[in-house]
């Protein structure tokens, strides 16, 4: 099947160039146009019907939908930062804009009036959770034929197209690295129960614990952890440094704590060196993400990559793109299509002095 990137290196023009011509949008030089339509013509390129009409019928808008939380500085986020730079990049390269839509969680989502309002021709979902009135919604945006995509969270059971990260190898490898080092009280402080990454995270923490041998493999998940090693935050900071106090009446039950993300973990060290308690001498902690601060805390913290920069940039060419396996390609390593229409890319653990090894 020829593509259009073949035709674009023919011509020498770039995708989104192509894209125009055939699409007939934006102004283009004569010149350029006939170079596109030889090279087209002398390798047989045929242009897809469907992503013709799709291009041509709307916007030329991505539309990117965030949640909006009062007094929560979304965009100095380095989950969400590092996302929108990724989708960013990828709809300046084709030829599109890039539109920022805010909802509060919990609200009536109007993702349906988006499309029919004509405000986007797309879009990347971020920060849903997994309640009936968001799968409601999605299903209704499917069934309607409109292209969306979520990323960092998948809906069991659905078809929806998802970018994800492999949360649970990421978690089990942080807590593997733990028990390595020669902890076994390893307490865990997770995330909110509707995003699909906290119980990927629980996933990946059960199993290194259960391969140890310090839980039980025929126990359920939930009665396995005793209940002073298991704490759920909401990712801030805030609950991380309330956590600190929670766990540290436990201290002579616990050698360490892996947090499911690093602003938990970073509230984990403020709160612990508060408390006189201090982490990579006293305690371990791990977080969850390799974020700006997992480097420049005190100790550094132990930290899982998450490669939040290429997901989004996948997101958007897999939406904006005609052809999937050759998106998929482009990223070479570290994508996985796990099923249907999730894809899935690897996690990397970076050690750093927070979890020295166990004095004991």
Known sequence: MVT??????????????VSRVFNRVGPIKEETRLKVLKAAEA??????????????????????????????HIFSTY????????????????GYDMLLIFRKPGDDNGYIELFRSQKIDACILLGTTDTPEERKALRA???????????????????????????????????????????????????????SNSADRLKGYVRAMTEAG????????????PAQWLETGNYSRTSGYESAFRFARHLDSIDAVFAANDRM???????????????????????YDDSDGARITDPPLTSVAVPFYR?????????????????????????????????????RLIVRSSSAGSQA
């Not at 259009?4 to 160039?17: F, I, L, W």
């Not at 390798?43 to 991505?62: D, H």
Request: net charge negative; aromatic share 10%.
């Open 4 to 17: 259009r990137k073949a035709v674009a290196d023919m011509a020498g023009v770039s995708e989104a160039t």
């Open 43 to 72: 390798l047989g390129y045929y242009p897809n019907a469907i992503a013709q009409s799709f291009a041509r019928r709307k916007s030329g808008n991505l539309g990117v939908v965030l949640p909006y939380v009062p007094k929560v």
């Open 79 to 94: 989950y969400f930062s590092e996302i929108l730079s990724g989708i960013g990049e990828q709809v300046r390269e084709l």
């Open 141 to 195: 945006l499917k069934e309607a034929n409109h292209p969306f995509c979520l990323v960092n969270q998948h809906f069991a059971g659905e078809d929806f197209l998802e970018v994800d990260a492999d949360h649970e190898q990421g978690a089990y490898e942080a807590v593997k690295h733990l028990l390595d080092e020669g902890y076994r009280r390893i307490a865990f402080l997770n995330g909110p129960p509707g995003y």
């Open 214 to 225: 310090i839980f039980n493999p025929v126990d359920d998940p939930d009665e396995a952890i």
């Open 265 to 287: 973990g970073i509230g984990l060290i403020q709160g612990f060196r508060e408390l006189g308690v201090l982490p990579g001498r006293d305690i371990a902690i791990v977080g």
């Open 311 to 347: 997901m989004g940039a996948l997101a958007a060419k897999l939406l904006l793109k005609e052809n999937a396996d050759e998106t998929v390609s482009e990223f070479e390593e570290g994508v996985n299509h796990i099923s249907g229409h999730l894809y899935q890319m690897a996690t």
